[in-house]
């Protein structure tokens, strides 16, 4: 199974993806960065903050524009890539596996993700 | 309903990613904007530009009108050469900035901004009675394509471009079997020309700068490039940068500006007044002290209190750090070398006054 099988989006462009341990990783979908371009800059929350479903909690940069990244659905940081703050660019080659954003534990209720969408609903939605 | 130029199916074929721009469908990058941006700094590049408008102003007494709407001096203006204007509102406040052409005897070219063009040409017809003279928007029948980087000049010599041309000049040339207006300017702090020719050539030309461009190393360059190259170099972009509530003194212009003409022009007398007094306020270029980019739109700060906003800003490739353009409060406190802050995202991040352009023009490090 490819990774986008398993990840679950949001209409503004965000990704999570279950992890055996029950926390769910968060990221950009290759969508939303092929559309932003180069990306210069990356701002991520700490370890341990809490986030609503719908908030927004991280910021990105490309030379283009300015956008805000927001929660898929609620929880509590527990882990940040800091590798890719450090090189953001890194987002261009790959949002899966080197380039995502924050670890968490879901917070809310399982109905938070009646609303994600699979990938390839994601795409034809977007596209 | 967006319009397309006579190059639209050259930028789809080259896989450019297209956006809406002043009412344009137009390619704001073919590969990444840091590429092409480099490569208009070390080699050449390759830009649709047919958006921009073309007006061409002709009779009697097109001199004395140009003296009427514009601040600089029209008289001094010599055949074949070019002058960078402004065309004030009766506010001093600024309707466009364009450049002049003088192509003959009593005949004009302008080339001013695409979402400009119906109101440039509104205020002129409007600002031309009791002239003789005609003021005729062709834009629609032209296309604009600019060469643009340090190898701009051997590429068009290689193409058959004969005679020597100073910056700021413009002559009707034969390149390859094409009539060109060619003109030696451009919008990106390098050398370059811009190549003024009929629709019906401009996609055969494109393909041909392209292909006579290879062993330079040339790249067609999107907007995005466009942007972040004219930044570097300090150069105002209209509806950024400028407006109808900013003078030409404000926007750092003043050099520019004649200061001795004896006619008279809209906004006269606050431009005198500004140029000797000073404006409400000044334009700085800002160099962000981390990594955060101040966008347009952004607050600046001195000492805690809210002195202006930033209006054009990103990444500059060649200094490797955020640059930005940005009005303050007209006050000596902020000069080269002061700190001030620019609140992103809630927070206010430090950024230092620096020297405009932010690049000079041998792409020699300034700042």
């Keep these: 199974m490819s990774i986008t099988e398993k990840i679950l989006c949001t209409k503004t462009h965000e990704y999570i993806l279950k992890n055996d341990d029950g926390t769910y990783t968060v990221g950009l979908t290759d969508y939303a960065v092929e ?32 956008s805000e990244i927001y929660m898929p659905i609620s929880g509590e940081i527990t882990d940040v890539n800091t590798a890719l703050v450090e090189s953001p660019e890194t987002l261009n080659e790959d949002v899966y596996e080197k380039g995502w954003l924050v670890k968490i534990n879901p917070t809310g209720d399982a109905s938070e993700q009646d609303d994600l969408l ?6 034809e939605e977007v596209e | 309903m967006t319009k397309e ?5 050259k930028h789809i074929a080259l896989g450019a990613k297209m956006v809406d721009f002043a009412g344009w469908h137009m390619p704001v990058q073919y590969t990444t904007i840091v590429e092409e941006h480099n490569t208009v700094r070390e080699a050449v590049g390759l830009f649709d530009v047919s958006h921009m408008g073309e007006v061409f102003v002709s009779g009697k007494e097109s001199l004395a009108f140009l003296q009427s709407i514009v601040p600089q001096d029209i008289s001094k203006l010599e055949y074949e050469k070019a002058v960078y204007c402004q065309l004030p509102n009766k506010k001093g406040g600024l309707i466009d900035d364009l450049i002049i052409y003088k192509i003959g005897i009593n005949s004009y070219l302008i080339i001013c901004n695409a979402s400009r063009i119906d109101e440039d040409v509104n205020w002129m017809s409007l600002n031309s009675n009791g002239y003789d003279v005609k003021i005729d928007n062709q834009s ?4 604009l394509l600019a060469v643009q980087g340090p190898k701009a000049d051997e590429l068009l010599r290689t193409m058959g471009l004969s005679t020597h041309q100073d910056s700021f000049t413009i002559k009707p040339a034969k390149i390859l079997d094409y009539n060109i207006l060619v003109s030696r300017t451009g919008y990106t702090g390098e050398d370059g020309y811009e190549l003024l020719v009929e629709n019906n050539i401009a996609p055969a030309l494109w393909d041909k700068v392209l292909e006579y461009g290879k062993p330079f190393g040339i790249k067609p360059i999107g907007l995005g490039a466009r942007d972040t190259l004219r930044l570097e170099a300090a150069l105002h972009l209209y509806g950024n940068d400028l407006d109808e509530d900013t003078t030409p003194v404000e926007a750092g ?3 520019s500006l ?3 003409k004896k006619e008279d022009y809209n906004g006269k007398e606050v431009i005198m007044a500004q140029l000797a007094n000073g404006g409400n306020k000044k334009l700085v270029g800002i160099k962000m002290l981390d990594k955060n980019i101040a966008r347009h739109g ?9 002195v202006g906003i930033v209006t054009s800003g990103c990444i500059s490739p060649v200094l490797g750090c955020n640059i930005a353009l940005a009005y303050v409060k007209n006050i000596s406190d902020i000069s080269t070398g002061s700190v001030v802050q620019v609140m992103i995202r809630e927070k206010l991040h430090d950024a230092e006054v620096v020297k405009k352009p932010f690049i000079n023009k041998r792409n020699k490090i300034r700042n």
């Design chain 1, 35 to 66: 559309q932003l371009g180069d990306i210069v800059f990356l701002e991520l929350p700490e370890s341990g903050t809490t986030f609503a479903k719908g908030d927004s909690f991280a910021a990105i940069e490309s030379v283009k524009a300015a």
């Design chain 1, 118 to 123: 699979e990938y390839s609903d994601y795409k």
């Design chain 2, 253 to 255: 212009l003043s050099w």
């Design chain 2, 298 to 306: 952004y607050e600046v700060y001195f000492n805690g209190e809210k």
């Design chain 2, 5 to 9: 130029t006579f190059l639209h199916d």
């Design chain 2, 140 to 143: 629609h029948n032209y296309s």
């Design chain 2, 258 to 260: 004649a200061k001795d």
